[in-house]
């Protein structure tokens, strides 16, 4: 926030406004204070206030999350079940052989390959950016433009590989084992048609670990999303973020990371939630066990 | 002519380098309103042939050859063909009630979606249909429960569901594969009372698969007998349970512990245990053989536990008393027993005595010192060293990671680490001939041996610290019954040249009767009576004893 021909009066004057002579304790407490109210202080670097950055930033990274997100889900439980019905079908051992690639490659190395591929050879998608968007005065969406909606296919694809491919070998086990569980065979003994086996009984009881951990990856998601950001110059926060760890700009890599942590604690929480609506099991917990 | 006709079924699993039979040219016959058990131990293939009727083997096994016969129909002539029989001519019941429903999916939901794979009906109709049949058999308030979920029921109640779907389309065969036994007793009379009434009441035909001959004896009119996949013998059940012809029906139905009378040992009529008496104790003469005094060895006083006083509700209103109040003593080289169904706190009392959980209240005396009161944890070794355990299941009471030349060294060190290696050696090669393992078995692991031998491991593990009082939790339960006989011969052995001192716990009241001097009825955590065991099976006090001997499947039963 000084330049080099800062006097040391001038300099003395600035730790003091900034609250920076005063001891630790009172430093957090005020911090702790001005958080909870949404107050983050001014970045050093842009001298701006950071909740107003982090807003002006958070549509990217949440349209990007969610497309990632849905993207790893949808195709991830596809997969993961056509894996675990088929066990020995030559395309199941193609899934299962890429499928660990992306588990293996670091993100930012898929997201390299793809912009080499998609960007450099073909030219059909662009590398970096978030293309056009359109400011709905809360929110600046990207998703009502075309080249918005070609910007975000690369990122959220990267992103969600690796989730994907962890949610296609999960998926893949709890089937197996779920088909192998005595009320699958007796559902085959009262000779229940095989599709309802597949897709009615076993297939729910085997998303029910699955929301487990789609809720703790979205968060995942989220805290890789600076990589990728970062690779493909996405205007969300783990690309502001990368800037402020590179200049120490203390309030906004704070910001970010109460930010990250209250997502995670809430993502936790809607999942508890939903376990309350899907498992019959936990929710008549009350008034259960008669006769 | 009769209704089921079985012509040389085999069942085989193709292994990488050979061809193993599960079941090997089984001819059964069924006729309707007939119930016919399928008897053997433990991989005899009477579950796979039950399986095989309806060709729901497991892979890589396959019905590789004979054919069914139901009716006029040969349901074997294609492998599609079968599927459309499932459960619409044929019903399937499985041994635990707890895992063979859907977890998810209401009873009702369950109901109606097998009822309308295979009948034309509209979803009322199948509703009506299911709520009718859960009320035959046995469900009260059908309607509302109709749209509960499997954790709703206990466990003799989900096996009525599990009853009512297999009955749900009307089939003319039930084919029930253990269908009682992970269930208490009086739970256990009740479900087959239904099986055979419903197989009067509709004219089914039935095979009822069991390794239990007391059931065999009270339920079936014909039974058929398996061995490694063979048919040893069939026929009509009070023959081949009074005048078995074969050699292994024989020896099958000597191992059975007899209800109606004490004998001193089971005989066993098998190859390997010619002179079927174990002479060959050789720890005898490292063992501290202690003189057997009159008195008390073990005093259990006012003992409660229960397991709800966490942090936060300390006496919630809801805590489960797992012990209530019980109280009883074990006199000195005595077999004490304690038998409950399940749920009962026995396993409980037996944690307690063995110190590995603390009771809520009350106290434990051991040789007329306190031992719920010792806090020094020196002191507590001395105790822990005379007062050992033998669990339940052999497969997991043994660390799979150890030798168990390893699991037998470990007592023996904690309460002697002093000892020399070759005296170390030579006490082990000791203990496991005492229990009948060859010298071998020291440097092999558990894996490798069967269930009876891991109990024998169990055993020589338990001896090592030569104790006085020996707890054994339910250590047959696990077994077949031949192998079943030949645990209880030894321990009564042991006990013998030893002056050993037995709580013996179980739930099998023919075994109990065997094996103890004096026995403790439980219910629900509380004593109900402790008296001598000849008084106990001939004249019971509390209605509770008598109800549970009345519901106990006996094998005299044959004769009456």
Known sequence: ?291 | MSFLKINNLSVDYQMRKETVYAAKNVNIEVNKGEILGLVGESGSGKSTVGNAIINLIDEPGKVSGGSVVLGDLNIHENSESIVKYRGNKIGLIFQDPQTSLNPILTIGEQLIETIQTHLKLSKEEAKNKSVNLLKEVGIKDAEKRFDNYPHQFSGGMRQRVVISLALCCEPELLIADEPTTALDVSIQSQILELIKKLTKERNLAVILITHDMGVIAETTDRVAVMKSGDLVEVGITKDILTNPQKNYTKSLVSSVPPTNKKISRFVIIDNENKDNKLNNIKILNRWQKREIKIQDLVQVKNLSKSFDDNFFSESSKNSVMAVNDVSFEIKEGETFGLVGESGSGKSTIAKIIVNLFKPSSGDIFFDEVCITKIKQKSELMKFRKQIQMIFQDPYSSLNSRLKVKDIITEPIKLHNPNISNSDLNSYIFDLLESVELNQKSADRYPHEFSGGQRQRISIARALATQPRLLVCDEPTSALDVSIQAQILNLLKDLQEQLNLTILFISHDLPVVRQMCDRIGVLKDGKLCEVTNTEVLFVKPHHEYTKELLRLMPKIESIYE
């Open chain 1, 1 to 291: 926030m000084v330049g080099e021909e800062t006097s040391d009066e001038e300099r003395a004057e600035l730790r003091e406004t900034l609250g920076l002579m005063d001891p630790i304790h009172i430093q957090f407490t005020r911090f702790v204070i001005n958080a909870s109210q949404g107050e983050f202080g001014i970045s050093y670097q842009l001298r701006r206030p950071v909740s107003e950055l982090i807003v002006e930033r958070l549509p990217a990274t949440i349209e990007l999350v969610v497309i990632s997100a849905l993207i790893a889900l949808v195709s991830g439980t596809l997969l993961g079940v056509y894996t675990g019905i088929n066990r020995k079908g030559f395309l199941s051992d193609i899934i299962l052989a890429v499928s660990l690639l992306g588990v293996s490659l670091p993100t930012f190395v898929i997201g390299i390959l793809f912009i080499y591929l998609f960007a450099v050879i073909l030219g059909i998608l662009p590398s970096f950016g978030r293309g056009e968007v359109v400011d709905l005065g809360f929110w600046t969406t990207g998703f009502l433009t075309i080249s918005g909606l070609k910007a975000i296919i690369l990122p959220s694809v990267t992103l969600s590989l690796f989730q994907m491919t962890y949610i296609i070998r999960l998926v893949r086990a709890e089937m197996m084992e779920i088909l192998q569980t005595d009320y699958i065979k007796f559902a085959r003994a009262r000779g229940i048609d095989e599709k309802s086996i597949k897709y009615k009984h076993a297939l729910k009881n085997g998303l029910i670990p699955v929301i487990t951990i789609a809720g703790i990856n979205i968060g995942t998601l989220i805290a890789f999303s600076i990589i990728t950001e970062t690779v493909f110059q996405w205007p969300g926060m783990g690309f502001l973020f990368i800037q402020a760890v590179q200049f120490v700009d203390i309030p906004i890599m704070s910001a970010y990371l109460v930010f990250i942590a209250f997502v995670f604690v809430m993502i936790n929480f809607i999942v508890d939630i939903l376990y309350y609506f899907i498992d019959p099991r936990i929710r008549v917990k009350g008034d259960s066990a008669s006769g």
